[in-house]
């Protein structure tokens, strides 16, 4: 058994994405068993529980992962995760993940998928809301499938929304107001917000907007009269009613889950998609176990880690 | 982040069968999370995910563990198990065990608190079909809560049954036919069955029963007779009917969940226990996240292992 403390080392989007791809695939194909995501609650956060399969893959495994809001007085991070690998043949652990970089990633890579397949042109204005490290993935994932003329941030503060863009001086970047920024092509929100801080009014025809930030009940950032004017994609109808963008409409009844679209498998499949070029698409991501062992896959390609005896 | 790789080392029946105890008196209490295990399904084998939360012993985490029939032919275990252990404050993983003996011992300690509470009288005649792993943790475990006037082995291959009492020299051990070892006080039944092996006819009044071999569906040791004749507890209700020692006759008709008196945790709780001298008990056991728990909380007690780091 392997313990790998930094699988990220090497991984670039250029290949992460593709492998991300191929595991929404393999959802769509029904080739897979990836029982509901398990959460067990804690008085300051979180843990999430992820098992997985994925035969085309020949991986499996499991990712465990909290969320503690609090955490950065204590100088970790928010979201921590370790991924245990399992041999298909015997059930022994093979390898430990940290997948806390991975976490960032996949999901990064979710959202470059969906950009891939619903932004309405290939040359865009990216627009993000919050500078965090998810933001940072989505600019990164999103950019390699999408020409990017532009991109510009919004952060609760300026100096964290500058210092993004001085991160990255090969793209134009602008800091801007909640509305200027909704002014592009394809917004991605990365926020904790348990309300909605995206106005109807402000996104404009032909918008994607992938809506990362809300993975767990009473999150949202999008005012649900976006999702009614909008085509909406899920990962897991399961995960999405109970803990993405659109759970809080759904328990107040203001979204009617019979008209989601369906999920971002089947849109890579081909079986759906964006309708035509001014409709707002929107995929709400709340993270698929299956993304986790995609990425897994190509992190264990790398040699190195530590070796511990078991059993 | 530890990495534990036998924490079983020192570790005694005397100090895991109370805190066990402990945690099925808080599952009791309803001061503990444990959502139900979860399984994903291999060509092979299975693997299973076991969450929980015991606040009283301000411990966490997820036990992951496969059964594999046919592992022996490759050299390792059945049974393989890893527990994760994450910081409730912070979310952080802080230890990993090596739980595949811990996960034979707390299955122990499980069937050793089901005797204490239910076992007819203070003296037994003990009974064991199956010779294996576990066998050997009922014969450790029950013997420390009853005396044991003398134990009976019975197992598809005698010469496991007299390697078995070749080991414990200490008790009056004798091999016997299925019949005979179910002539007894507690009987510990720990095979893979998947028809009925022992009997109606068989078992005496006033037995005891730790149904310990089934634990996954299609799988039973019991004529379903015994059951109707019997006060049948669980560990808990979801697990057991789905693939415990009661899960085929309940699927087949022949058995009424209604009909179950209560978990062992109500019995530690002292709300129900053995109604006379004269009744035959079951105790169905599945395995519990919370045990897993309970003697991991014990055994990181000790210092030692492989520190790793993380994130």
Redesign the interface.
């Known amino acids: 058994m392997r313990?790998l403390?930094s699988p990220e080392t090497g991984l670039t989007f250029s290949s992460v994405i593709p492998a991300v791809e191929r595991a929404f695939e393999n959802h769509c194909e029904g080739e897979v068993?990836m029982?509901p995501k398990?959460?067990?609650?804690?008085?300051?956060?979180?843990?999430r529980?992820m098992?997985?399969?994925i035969p085309a893959l020949d991986i499996?495994g499991?990712k465990?992962v909290?969320?503690?809001p609090d955490?950065r007085a204590?100088g970790?991070?928010t979201v921590?995760a370790?991924t245990?690998i399992?041999d298909?043949?015997?059930?022994?652990?093979v390898a430990?993940l940290?997948a806390?970089r991975l976490t960032d990633m996949r999901t990064g890579a979710a959202g470059a998928v969906a950009a891939k397949y619903l932004a309405p042109k290939p040359d865009i204005v990216l627009g993000l809301i919050g500078s965090g490290r998810q933001a940072e993935a989505q600019l990164e994932a999103v950019s390699e499938v999408c020409a990017l003329q532009e991109f510009r941030v919004w952060s609760r503060d300026e100096k964290n929304a500058e210092a993004l863009i001085s991160r990255y001086p090969q793209y134009e970047g602008k800091t801007g107001s909640l509305e200027t920024v909704c002014d592009c092509d394809v917004l991605c929100t990365t926020t904790p917000s348990r309300t909605p801080i995206i106005r109807d009014s402000w996104i404009r025809e032909g918008t994607h907007i992938n809506a990362i930030g809300a993975d767990a009940p009473g999150k949202q950032e999008l005012d649900p009269a976006i999702l009614l004017r909008a085509g909406v994609f899920i990962d897991d109808y399961a995960q999405a009613t109970h803990s993405g963008e659109i759970n809080v409409p759904v328990s107040e009844g203001l979204y009617d889950p019979a008209l989601i679209r369906g999920t971002l498998g089947e849109v890579v499949c081909g079986k759906i998609g964006r309708k035509n070029a001014t409709e707002i698409t929107v995929f709400d991501s709340t993270g698929l176990a299956l993304q986790d062992l995609a990425i897994a896959s190509i992190a264990m390609q790398e040699n190195g880690g530590?070796e511990?005896?078991?059993?």
Do not use: E
Not at 38 to 47: A, E, I, L, N, R
Not at 308 to 311: A, E, H, S, V
């Open positions: 313990y403390q068993q029982p398990v959460y067990v609650t804690f008085p300051k956060g979180d843990f529980t098992p997985a399969y499996a499991v465990i909290n969320v503690h955490n204590a970790l991070p921590m370790l245990v399992l298909i043949d015997t059930g022994k652990p430990l940290n806390t530590v511990l005896t078991f059993p």
